[in-house]
């Protein structure tokens, strides 16, 4: 080959490989292109979604695993405080731990200590320094909980609910004064603010904040929350979300509860209707200041039962002539007998005018999921409801059945639970305007952590 021919191969290779590589280099742009396109592409798509659909997606979705790495980095931040509830019948703390997330910086709750003392705060009205060493033992528990280093960064407080408003003014002070005097020689931290007496209005809205917040449904979607009914022994509290009109025109009812993603309108009332509260007006009716007294709704085997209630003990007996009786058939191995009975039709006759004297059934709560709690749970899994480890969910009906079939017994050993069943029917139907087949839920924790009003007054107090 000649040196001629060699040059123009040389020539015509090296002309051809540029154009080569030029192609290879636009098929790589054009595919990066493409990929930018889609990656925007996505990105609006899901943008849009949120957008659309934010109220769908729970608060707390994709905050957990970003947490733990957090965690495990050495960013998470613990958060505390003390909660001491004066409640009628005993009185709690709850030690709360907190963290807060690393992409917002809400609280997410991890763990909290829970003790309780009997009787109440309000049991020693008369002598208030006892009532403050009961308390005393309490906190001891919870500086054991949480490490001594955040002791004077931990707020605490105590609220007082209705055994205390419903003592003398001068009685619940001397109580409230004697809390605060203790309160400054402790290492924690508080102020003038720190004790006082809660509003039923407050009880119920922390109430519910605290069950939607650990069914984590609190996401600015008030339709996505659940009602809370708390029965405790001087009052009842009844709250849910408002959405309707017939809730949202009575605004003396409507107040705005705190969430992870902004306040959320609810409906509250809190009625003189504790458990307590109503035993007390019942077996006393008609027999003012007396403390033997004789009731339609106790069982005529009990004679003088002691029944103490806001620092006064009551004798309590059944009727002792004119009362019904039920015939239990004998059998080879048990002798036939006649056994004395409750009415359960009058009983229930007199706490349906009680009841009704003091509540109005609001219309929108039974388009609600319910969960009840308190003495609503306490006596479901006494007369074997629901299970105490796991709770569960019952129909309105149920209580009354219950209450029905424990009239129906000469049961020494719960004298009282013929009435304090049949109270609870009675305020749920009657009182609530539920229907007999509406669901009820009962437990007393939800993924481990105690249901108290004590969780959403400390996440109050912790953001306000």
Same mark, same amino acid.
């Given at each position: ?12 290779e090296?002309n ?6 030029k ?5 790589t742009?054009?595919s ?33 695993a970003l $947490? ?5 980095l ?6 505390? %405080?003390v909660?001491m509830? *004066? ?21 997410? +709750? ?6 309780y003392?009997?009787?109440?705060l309000?049991?020693?009205?008369k ?5 403050? *060493?009961?308390?005393?033992?309490l906190?001891?528990?919870?500086? $054991?909980?949480? =490490? ?11 609220k ?8 003398p ?11 605060k005097?203790?309160?400054k ?13 809660m ?5 119920g ?10 069914? /984590?449904?609190i ?8 009602a ?17 009109? *017939? ?11 705190a969430?992870?993603?902004? =306040? ?10 504790g458990?307590?509260? %109503?035993?007390? %007006? ?17 069982? =005529? ?6 029944f ?7 004798f309590?007996?059944?009727l002792?002539e ?14 036939g ?5 409750v009415?359960?039709?009058?009983c ?5 005018k ?7 059934p609001?219309?929108?709560? =039974? ?7 308190s003495?609503?749970?306490d ?8 299970? /105490?480890k ?7 009906k ?8 424990s ?20 305020? +749920? ?29 400390a996440?109050? +107090?912790?953001?306000?």
């Amino acid at each position: 080959m000649s040196n001629s021919e060699l040059r123009k191969r040389k020539n015509k290779e090296h002309n051809e490989k540029p154009k080569t590589n030029k192609k290879r280099k636009d098929k790589t742009v054009t595919s990066i292109q493409t990929s930018l396109l889609c990656l925007i592409l996505s990105g609006t798509i899901l943008t849009v979604f949120i957008i659309l659909y934010t109220d769908q997606i729970p608060w707390h979705i994709g905050h957990r695993a970003l $947490d733990s790495i957090a965690k495990k980095l050495g960013y998470h931040k613990p958060v505390h %405080a003390v909660v001491m509830d *004066a409640g009628s019948t005993g009185s709690r703390v709850l030690a709360f731990t907190f963290h807060e997330s690393y992409l917002d910086g809400h609280l997410v +709750l991890d763990k909290e200590l829970f003790e309780y003392t009997k009787p109440g705060l309000s049991s020693f009205a008369k002598d208030p320094q006892k009532g403050v *060493a009961t308390l005393q033992g309490l906190l001891e528990k919870a500086k $054991d909980e949480i =490490p001594q280093e955040y002791w004077s960064k931990t707020p605490l407080i105590l609220k007082a609910t209705a055994g205390l408003r419903l003592l003398p003014a001068n009685q619940a002070e001397g109580l409230l004064q004697s809390v605060k005097d203790y309160f400054k020689t402790v290492p924690f931290l508080t102020n003038d603010a720190s004790v006082e007496i809660m509003d039923g209005v407050d009880e119920g809205i922390f109430s519910w904040f605290t069950v939607n917040f650990l069914l /984590e449904k609190i996401n600015g979607n008030a339709a996505n929350t659940v009602a809370a009914l708390d029965l405790g022994g001087g009052s009842t509290q009844i709250t849910f979300s408002a959405i309707t009109p *017939a809730s949202l025109k009575q605004t003396e009812y409507i107040h705005q509860a705190a969430s992870p993603r902004g =306040p959320i309108p609810v409906f509250t009332q809190s009625l003189p209707l504790g458990l307590m509260a %109503a035993r007390h %007006a019942i077996v006393t009716l008609d027999q003012p200041n007396k403390t033997n007294v004789i009731s339609q709704c106790v069982n =005529p085997i009990i004679k003088n039962k002691k029944f103490s209630y806001h620092g006064t003990d009551y004798f309590v007996s059944g009727l002792q002539e004119g009362y019904p009786t039920s015939n239990i058939k004998g059998s080879d191995i048990q002798v036939g007998e006649v056994v004395p009975v409750v009415s359960f039709y009058n009983c229930s006759e007199i706490i349906m005018k009680y009841v009704k004297s003091k509540a109005k059934p609001p219309e929108e709560l =039974p388009l609600k999921n319910i969960f009840a709690f308190s003495y609503y749970f306490d006596r479901a899994t006494e007369v074997g409801l629901i299970d /105490e480890k796991t709770g569960g969910q019952i129909r309105v009906k149920d209580f009354k059945k219950a209450a029905e079939k424990s009239c129906h017994e000469a049961n020494a050993e719960q004298p009282f639970m013929c009435f304090d069943l049949t109270f609870i029917w009675v305020l +749920l139907e009657k009182g609530l305007g539920l229907q007999e087949n509406t669901k009820i839920y009962l437990y007393k924790k939800i993924d481990g952590h105690e249901i108290s009003w004590a969780l959403g007054a400390a996440y109050d +107090l912790l953001r306000g």
